[in-house]
């Protein structure tokens, strides 16, 4: 006879068989019910992090491609503009180099019908610097007082007597900052010497320097540079002959810069310019921002005749793209909906794994009671009828 009758220790076999069969498959989910959930939440995050890596990289190179363009194509536009203040100064210095004298009104008329969008050069306008030996100084003072009736026209600064000199003489356009710098000895400073000495051995235009430019003077430091082109008196024949003169633009550095970055139409983070050498104290211009080490492109470009270096770098972010926020909130969120269902899941498994404890429990002392009365009707004696892993009582499957 049968503890629970034939029918009804059928159908608590078969619920022990379906419970173990369950606990079979969860064997994984019950053998770590904690570790688990975590270990998943660590591969999602570690996968989401990679993904978030992953986007960043193709960032960085994105914004490094787009910075070498930028570069590329500021630093042409910087070559373009010096070529067309070079080639106002030739026609300019070919004007000077033909005539006997340059009146004032000649020149302003030149500058007006050749020279009239020296702004989108980045230059203040055009002068002439003539050139004055030490002994010819009085007399040419004397002839600009009278050639500038409208000012008190004399050289500065003062110098020694033996000194040559390159004195401002003409600037067009005549507004209040250029007229300023009439009778200025640009050879009395050392930076714009330089650059003439330089422009009279290559007989071809040559950029100065960083200097303070006479029409900036009183503002705070702001970065000028001058191109010159020198000029000589003509002999029979064509031959060059003494040194008449420098044809000049004044340029200030910033100018030059924005008009650069319109004309090459680029709307990129901070773009600098240096004389030579990417240091501070080589400076010219430089957009507003924070120069970015982690995101920059550099190219040296020729400005008649002067090496320059051009740095453009990336605006610094607040973090991590846009992109990446949303993929790093979307997998930190996936993965943790992935760990409270690890989480349901072993639960459940341990639950059920208590449930078949218990069932088995039962079972075996079922069975030892059973054993002690009557004789058991199975083929394996001391076996408990309802081990879910027996086989079936035969008379139980009809």
């Not at 959930?37 to 960043?56: S, Y």
Request: aromatic residues 8%; glycine residues 8%; hydrophobic residues 40%.
């Amino acid at each position: 006879m049968w503890p629970l009758g034939h029918n009804g220790g059928w159908e608590a076999f078969q619920m022990d068989k379906a419970i173990l069969s369950r606990v079979e498959k969860q064997a994984l989910f019950h053998r770590y019910p904690r570790s688990l959930p975590f270990t998943l939440l660590a591969i999602g995050l570690l996968i989401t992090t990679l993904f978030v890596l992953n986007i960043e990289r193709t960032d960085a190179m994105a914004r490094k491609m787009t910075l070498e363009s930028d570069v590329e194509a500021i630093s042409t536009e910087l070559e373009r503009k010096a070529s067309e203040n070079t080639a106002y100064l030739r026609a300019a210095a070919a004007l000077f180099g033909m005539a006997e004298d340059v009146s004032r009104d000649e020149f302003s008329r030149f500058v007006a019908e050749m020279s009239e969008g020296h702004s989108l050069r980045g230059a203040l306008g055009m002068g002439w610097a003539a050139w004055v030996p030490a002994e010819s100084s009085t007399v040419f003072e004397a002839e600009q007082r009278r050639l500038h009736p409208d000012m008190e026209y004399r050289i500065y600064p003062a110098s020694s007597a033996s000194q040559d000199r390159a004195v401002i003489s003409l600037l067009e356009p005549r507004d209040q900052a250029n007229k300023r710098a009439l009778g200025f000895d640009m050879y009395s400073e050392v930076t714009r010497r330089t650059a003439m000495q330089q422009a009279l051995r290559e007989s071809g235009p040559m950029a100065s320097g960083r200097v303070q430019l006479v029409q900036d003077v009183g503002k705070p430091p702001i970065g000028g540079v001058l191109i010159y082109l020198p000029v000589f008196n003509r002999l029979e024949g064509g031959r060059a002959g003494s040194l008449k003169g420098f044809i000049y633009t004044p340029i200030r550095a910033s100018n030059l810069l924005e008009t650069a970055i319109t004309g090459a139409h680029r709307n990129t983070g901070r773009v600098a310019i240096y004389d030579g050498t990417p240091d501070p104290s080589r400076l010219l211009a430089a957009t507003p921002g924070t120069f970015n080490e982690d995101a920059f492109a550099t190219k040296k470009v020729d400005f008649s005749g002067r090496e320059w270096t051009i740095v453009v770098s990336a605006d610094k972010g607040a973090g991590l793209t846009r992109t990446s926020m949303i993929v790093l909130g979307l997998g930190t969120l996936i993965s943790l909906l992935v760990m409270a269902v690890a989480w349901l899941v072993t639960s459940r498994a341990a639950e059920d794994r208590k449930v078949l404890e218990w069932l088995q429990a039962q079972c075996g002392a079922a069975y030892l009671a059973d054993a002690r009365t009557q004789s058991p009707r199975q083929e394996h004696p001391g076996q408990c009828p309802f081990d879910c892993r027996a086989d079936p009582p035969p008379d139980a499957r009809h």
